[in-house]
């Protein structure tokens, strides 16, 4: 499990393909291709590999390069599924309705944006008030936080091709601008190991991605707040922990064959499974009912 020992994500692609033809329309193909999330990558590998392995002679590709990446490959009709860690904004949606692409929208599971500093650093909590100090560089000195012996602090953010990056930057930040000295990294095991060799660092991960050398902050909504810890998951299904959400999947038209057969994949028991041995939470029966809604309108049994 990623929480005990961190394995660093290592982009692949299990096979190469021509990409035309992608979309929910063939029904006989034998591969399906899946490109977005950074944080969701190492999730759908272990997708790809039980599936395939339940599956001789299906080819599951996936790589990863930011939930925007993804979004851009299913608007531009090159993959079957997008995996992202926000969700589709409208003039995207709007976009790919011009190229004639169909989307539609399912939850595999719940993370919980964890806040990581070095596990030498005394903090152990944070209200989202300084946390957005933080990263605006209202704040930057540990003395202001707490730490009296602490230096100046290290600030590592996700680029903005990442639906993590966005998602905290709308959340937490209000949209204002990062911090001049913010270090921009291109994925999450950047940010992991950068908090892991830096003593003033922060940075910010999916909880799966919590590992040895770094310690998660308990987060409150305001001060006087409780502090709430984010690798709880009840903290998350209860709605207690301020920066969690959904891990979406996006397909590209009416999920048929084996796009289809991966995607109830995915849903079953033995994907939650999966989705629970990488160190993500499983759907709330809120989610699980959204999907299942989408299922019947799509007049999919």
């Known amino acids: 499990m990623l929480k005990k020992s961190f394995i660093a994500i290592v982009v692949m692609s299990l096979a190469v393909f ?3 033809g992608c979309g929910g329309g063939d029904a006989e193909k034998d591969y399906i291709e899946v490109r977005g999330s950074d944080t969701m990558v190492n999730l759908g590998q272990q997708y790809a590999e039980a599936f395939m392995d339940a599956n001789p002679g299906i080819t599951v590709s996936v790589t990863g390069g930011g939930s925007g990446t993804g979004i851009a490959a299913l608007i531009n009709n090159t993959v079957d599924i997008a995996n992202a860690s926000r969700a589709m904004r409208q003039s995207e949606r709007d976009q790919a309705a011009e190229q004639g692409v169909d989307v539609y929208e399912f939850v595999v599971g719940q993370d919980a944006i964890s806040v990581i500093v070095n596990e030498e650093n005394p903090i152990k909590e944070i209200t989202m008030a300084d946390l957005k100090k933080v990263f605006t560089g209202q704040i930057t000195e540990w003395s202001e936080l707490g730490w009296e ?3 100046t602090i290290t600030l590592y953010s996700r ?4 639906g993590t990056h966005v998602f905290f930057w709308e959340l937490v930040m209000d949209s204002e601008d990062w911090a001049d000295a913010t270090m921009f990294m291109p994925g999450t095991s950047a940010i992991f190991e950068g908090v892991v060799a830096d003593t003033n660092a922060i940075g910010y991960v999916g909880v799966a991605y919590v590992g040895d050398g770094v310690h998660a902050l308990k987060v409150a909504e305001h001060e006087g707040a409780q502090y709430v810890d984010p690798l709880v998951r009840a903290n998350v299904d209860s709605g207690a922990y301020p920066i969690a959400r959904p891990l979406y999947i996006y397909t590209n038209g009416v999920p048929e ?3 289809l057969d991966f995607l109830n ?3 079953s028991a033995d994907g939650v499974a999966v989705l629970e041995s ?3 939470y499983a759907n709330t029966p809120a989610y699980d ?3 299942a809604d989408t299922f019947r309108d799509l007049g999919i049994e």
Do not use: I, R, Y
């Open 18 to 20: 021509s990409l035309a």
């Open 149 to 151: 012996d602490g230096g």
């Open 159 to 162: 680029q903005s091709n990442s």
């Open 257 to 259: 064959g084996v796009v």
């Open 265 to 267: 994949f995915m849903l």
């Open 278 to 280: 990488v160190g993500f």
């Open 289 to 291: 009912q959204q999907n």
